[in-house]
């Protein structure tokens, strides 16, 4: 289970003066995380990674502490095991489908083996030796996806991972999504300001105003 | 003496380049990824060189590095030597002079490169060290290159400071340029087209290979 109970201040000369204050608490199975643009989903997403810090607050992860400033923690981004997912996918341009899922597999002699498994999985063996240049963005979607879940992760984070693919994909990848996230058991935490991905993937649903938790 | 010359600009120049890859590529990433005090002053004490008249950069260099120098001064005190009129020093001059090349090149290029890739690697439990090298290094190859080849060539042509801290001794630290300058003083003109075509060809060359890598492609 995951406890998130953070405050965040952000200052910004250009715009206005923004205030993250949220707690929440997800059990595994997907949890939608649902706010207008501008809420803070994608930020809360970057706290709960490591990649930006809070000001106060704790996050664990079971029996993990990610940060709490009450006891000074503060796990480094690559301690937190987290596997995330980019709304732009971030797949390594220079790197083939098959070496972006391998990168961040940990054990050398498993490498191999287990990316071959993941591409199976996501039913893109055919394009492992391509570059991402030349998949679809259903296809770099799934690569993503499955570069996420090869490091075995302790927690999925989804920053609208379907908001580049078109109405027909997006139902096939929910379907994926869901199924990979029963086989893994873990929770997921999927952004989306799209009320019908939202209804499709229902479980329990966050919703966020203005860098507060409606419900 | 036109392959004396030639030899010594093409070692003066190749221990340059070197040190230039080396350190610009540092200097580039800190600039790039770091926000530190002194930052801006960082990079404009860095850039200086590419504005100031060779000469003066050649003065500095002498202030500080010349036997009564504030660096130079110390090491002559516990070696008794000094690096003005010596090779090691043409090299100092033409590292300095062409590292800004490198620096704002191969910046620009890390800086160009999306972050999400980075943080990416950073997810996937990788350090910064080995994200730079196995990521960011290959994303900004191009521009990387590009700098260095330009650092090459302006080191190549350095005249100025040169002259300033290494002098003009041939078969010791007369380089290309400086012989062409001797040659056409001394009305030798024969020697002087040589090493001016010589030196004309090596850079066209060097243009060209850097407009060549510039606008192929790297992937697919």
């Given at each position: 289970m995951l406890t998130v109970n953070l405050k965040k201040q952000f200052k910004n000369k250009k715009t206005a003066e923004f205030l993250l204050d949220v707690s929440f608490e997800v059990s595994s199975g997907i949890t939608v995380l649902m706010g207008?643009?501008?809420?803070?989903k994608t930020t809360i997403l970057r706290l709960i990674a490591g990649i930006l810090t809070p000001d106060e607050g704790s996050i664990n992860l079971d029996s993990t502490t990610f940060f709490d400033s009450a006891k000074n923690i503060n796990l480094s981004i690559q301690e937190r095991n987290v596997g995330f997912v980019f709304q732009d996918y971030a797949?390594?341009?220079?790197?083939t489908a098959k070496q972006n899922i391998a990168?961040?597999?940990?054990d050398k002699s498993l490498k191999n083996e287990k990316a071959r498994e993941m591409l199976a999985l996501f039913h893109i063996e055919h394009i492992?030796?391509?570059?991402?240049?030349?998949?679809?963005g259903g296809e770099q979607q799934r690569v993503a996806l499955a570069r996420a879940l090869a490091s075995n992760p302790k927690i999925v984070l989804l920053d609208?991972?379907?908001?580049?693919?078109?109405v027909e994909t997006r139902t096939k990848l929910l379907d994926e999504i869901e199924e990979a996230r029963k086989r893994t058991n873990i929770p997921f935490i999927y952004v989306t300001h799209n009320e019908k991905e939202a209804e499709r993937l229902e479980r329990n649903r966050v919703i966020l105003q203005n860098g507060r938790i409606l419900k | 003496m036109i392959w004396d010359a030639l030899k010594l600009s093409l070692l003066i120049v190749s221990a340059a380049t070197i040190i230039v890859g080396v350190s610009g590529l540092a200097f580039a990433y800190l600039l790039a990824k770091f926000d530190f005090k002194g930052k801006e002053l960082l990079d404009a004490v860095l850039t200086m060189p590419l504005v100031l008249p060779p000469t003066v950069t050649g003065y500095y260099l002498i202030i500080l590095l010349?036997?009564?120098?504030?660096?130079g001064g110390f090491i002559y005190e516990f070696?008794?030597?000094?690096?003005?009129?010596t090779w090691q020093g043409a090299v100092i001059a033409a590292t300095v002079v062409s590292l800004p090349l490198m620096i704002k090149a191969a910046r620009a290029s890390i800086e160009s490169v999306n972050p999400n890739y980075e943080i990416a690697s950073y997810t996937l439990g990788k350090s910064k060290i080995e994200t730079f090298l196995r990521i960011t290094l290959p994303l900004a190859k191009r521009g990387i290159f590009a700098g260095l080849v330009l650092s090459f060539a302006r080191a190549l042509g350095e005249f100025g400071a040169t002259l300033m801290?290494?002098?003009?001794?041939?078969?010791?630290?007369?380089t290309m340029p400086l012989a062409i300058y001797e040659a056409v003083a001394s009305g030798d003109d024969r020697r002087a087209q040589m090493l001016a075509l010589i030196l004309t060809a090596i850079s066209i060359a060097a243009v060209y290979f850097t407009n060549k890598i510039s606008r192929s492609r790297i992937y697919g």
């Open positions: 207008a643009s501008g809420a803070g797949l390594f341009p220079h790197l990168y961040g597999i940990k492992s030796e391509r570059t991402p240049n030349k998949m679809s609208e991972p379907l908001s580049a693919v078109d | 010349g036997r009564n120098g504030i660096i070696t008794g030597w000094t690096i003005v009129f801290i290494a002098g003009n001794i041939p078969g010791k630290t007369q």
